[in-house]
């Protein structure tokens, strides 16, 4: 069996990552190490079938006996520990939840019901290193998958919805402190019977202004509030997540479908673990609404379309109704008054599942199941 090395499994994505495995019997099928930044020797949790020992993280001894390395550590321990083991000539597979490695060369960026064909080929030709995509690419390209696969897109414009998730654990806790903070801020004017709802919305903006307020991570509020940036200031007005959006998207499609266009503003909101995305997509030539619904819901197995309708909207169309589900739903599917061949989309999928740990399980599935 594989022996495979966990990095960064105690932490958000790790955690979700660790718990699927479990739900899929996955730690089965390979001898599983866990590593740390702060804990060697300290006991590792039950599920590691080999070692009841924690191992270290900056070790590149320990992790060289590795097959395979899978991090969720974050960025900085991408650069340190990727490159140490390169010069090692370490010849496992580095898998990583990890931006840094994602536009190198050297990398495939993994969203396998999307691009398998482009994984294989890279297996073959002795590509080692597996990186997820950022969530909001990842999530947006199985929500369109059905038209990606008969090429029917020209350009697509992404308005994003993110949730607090995607900024970290920290900030997910955050944004449920800034909620509390702001309805004790207006509690006493809540619960009168005659309550003045100017007073209540002039205390909880004074709250959300004064200096006392929870925003350590956000460096704003979020409750009651949304943020218009998300990520690096890229200069030209450009967050590096709209930067992102850009480059990733044809870099997942590049072997297997025709190139598009991608751009649009990334949004920070108050909602916990699921992005969500306003589309305007222009396509190539007239489709049938029909036509269009059939390819998107047929594409994969984890796409939900969803009737343009009130009732089926606001109850299957939110992040409260997909988070902690594997579904990409997808709805609000219309022709748009704007011009031709142009149509609106609104998607929603669980940012720490498909959006982060999901691909690298499957990921870590192939590199499995390959040799056996
Ligand atoms: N960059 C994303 C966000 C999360 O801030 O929501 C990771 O892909």
């Not at 590509?127 to 696969?149: E, Q």
């Not at 005659?194 to 007073?199: A, E, G, K, T, V």
């Not at 590049?254 to 503003?265: A, T, W």
């Not at 390819?295 to 379309?305: C, E, H, R």
Request: charged share 20%; glycine share 8%.
């Amino acid at each position: 069996m594989k022996k495979v090395g966990f990095v960064g499994w105690r932490g958000m994505v790790g955690s979700v990552l660790v718990d699927r495995m479990k739900e899929e019997n996955d730690f089965n099928n390979i001898n599983s190490f866990f590593f740390t930044t702060s804990q060697v020797g300290m006991m590792a949790p039950k599920i590691s079938n080999v070692d009841n020992v924690l191992l270290d993280a900056y070790s590149v001894k320990a992790l060289s006996k590795m097959d395979i390395i899978l991090s969720c550590q974050g960025g900085d321990y991408t650069e340190k520990v990727y490159l140490a083991l390169k010069k090692e000539n370490w010849e496992g597979h580095w898998i990583d939840a990890a931006s840094s490695l994602r536009m190198a060369d050297e990398s495939v960026i993994v969203l396998d019901p999307i691009n398998e064909s482009t994984i294989n080929n890279a297996l073959n030709n002795g590509i080692k290193t597996w990186v997820g995509g950022n969530c909001t690419v990842s999530l947006m390209l199985l929500a369109i998958h059905g038209l990606l696969k008969v090429g029917a897109i020209e350009w697509v414009s992404s308005m994003t919805y993110q949730a607090a998730s995607g900024a970290g654990a920290n900030n997910m806790k955050e944004l449920l402190v800034q909620m509390g903070e702001l309805y004790s801020s207006a509690e006493s004017e809540i619960k009168k019977t005659n309550f003045s709802i100017l007073n209540i919305d002039k205390m909880a903006l004074n709250k959300m202004h004064s200096s006392d307020f929870s925003k350590e991570n956000f460096q704003v509020p979020l409750a009651g509030n949304l943020i218009p940036w998300i990520d690096q200031d890229l200069g030209e007005g450009l967050s590096k997540e709209e930067w992102k959006g850009q480059l990733e998207t044809n870099k997942i499609l590049m072997n297997d479908y025709e190139k598009i266009h991608v751009d649009g503003l990334c949004t920070r909101i108050g909602s916990m673990r699921s992005h969500s995305q306003a589309l305007t997509i222009k396509l190539k030539k007239h489709y049938e609404l029909t036509e269009i619904n059939d390819l998107i819901k047929s594409a994969n197995n984890w796409v939900k379309l969803v009737p343009n309708k009130k009732e089926s909207t606001i109850h299957n169309l939110t992040p409260a109704a997909v988070s902690g589900s594997l579904d990409i739903a997808i709805g609000r599917i219309r022709r748009l008054a704007l011009g031709d061949n142009l149509i609106s989309a609104f998607t929603v999928g669980d940012q720490l599942l498909w959006g982060a740990a999901e691909p690298l399980r499957r990921m870590l599935q192939i590199l499995i199941n390959k040799d056996k």
